[in-house]
């Protein structure tokens, strides 16, 4: 009987053992997998203008926190200055994740950019300006973090810095040069003053390459300020020593914009030179120094009243022509009629040698005058008047006998 029994369950014995093993062994590698994918984050307080050194690895999460005051009256920019420092570190790039109160952040570094053909151009030196979305309290203390994360396993050498911009915000027709480039781009803000309806954004620069994209944007999160995306949103202008663009309150419910500029990756844009063409697709070119010193001023445009004061002007310029017109008309009108009438009573001219006609006074109805008539018989306008009248009043004609 127990023979008979040991056959019966052997075999559910042995796959009881079996799947026992099989889970002794999916549970030790689920164990393994979970211990890889642990990593260590690490939260640091960090201040601005302080230049943070570290590494990352797969193992490791850097998050540096940051805080400032941020107040309803007064715009100030932040900008994120990363430099990656460790050889090869396009096959493993580090991504940099800012997360604001209302926006979100994240770009690569090295930052790869592509021109025309798909070339791929990397960047290891990248700056960015952080939207500040306006806040609706006198003052306000906001938080943001930075998270520095990477898939690979080698250490890579990276510095971080986070900076005020003080000229952030651009004033009426005061001048502000700045420097720029493709993973450096750069944007300011300005708020239309009381009694301004429209205004002229000019940028200018001495150089004319690398060729530059000037936008105007609304004051809203994200701001579009790489070459692949700096066309999406509002008004651009592509340009190589001057760029122009006129902006209406009207059009931005907020009073205010940003302004926007980028230098692009390659100059075909603006009818430069193009680049080789790589040997390999996947080639990376080193784009060179393309970094731009430009310079922004906002001006006000021409309002309303100097408008209809040139209309006027104009207006005015034609209305005096039509005048003269007019009175010239009206003299030879009255001249017309005053030869009329002395033709009427008869009275003629003596030519001279000279041209030089003159009446003689063969009686004292009448009077005498000297006209130049350039050879032709003619009469004096005032004499005439005077002739007529004096012989109408005598009620008496000239005598005909005046020679012809």
Known sequence: MVLRSRCKFGPVLVLFQLGYVALLLLCVTHLRFARAETKTVVQKDAE??????????????TIYAFNHTVSRNKTEGVRVTVDVLSEGAESSPILFVVRQKQAVLSFQVPLILRGLYQRKYPYAHVGRTLCQPPTRTLTETQYFFVDVSTLSSLGTH???????????????????????????????????????????????????????????????????????????????????????????????????????????????????????????????????????????VVSPAINSDVYVMGMLFCLGIFLSFYLLTFLVACVENKSTRALTLASRFNLVSEPTGHGVSSLTNHSSRCCGCVYTTNGYGGMCLVCVFDIISTCYHRKAKCDSSLPL
Not at 48 to 61: A, G, K, L
């Open 48 to 61: 601005f203008d302080v230049t943070y050194n570290d590494t990352v690895t797969s193992d490791n999460q």
């Open 158 to 296: 990276y510095q971080l810095r986070i900076s005020r911009v003080d000229s952030f915000t651009l004033h009426t027709d005061k001048k502000f040069s700045f420097t720029a480039s493709p993973s450096q781009p750069q944007y300011f803000k300005y708020v239309f003053p009381d009694g301004v309806d429209t205004a002229i954004v000019k940028v200018n620069s001495e150089m004319t390459f690398p060729c530059s994209v000037m936008s105007i944007q609304d004051i809203q999160c994200p701001v579009y300020d790489l070459d692949n995306n700096v066309a999406f949103i509002g008004m651009y202008q592509t340009m190589t020593k001057t760029a122009a663009i006129t902006v209406q309150r009207k059009d931005f419910p907020s009073n205010s914009f940003y302004v926007v500029v980028v230098v692009k990756t390659e100059d075909e844009a603006c009818g430069g030179p193009l680049r080789f063409y790589p040997l390999r697709p996947d080639e990376l070119i080193d784009a060179g120094n393309r970094s731009k010193t430009l310079d922004v």
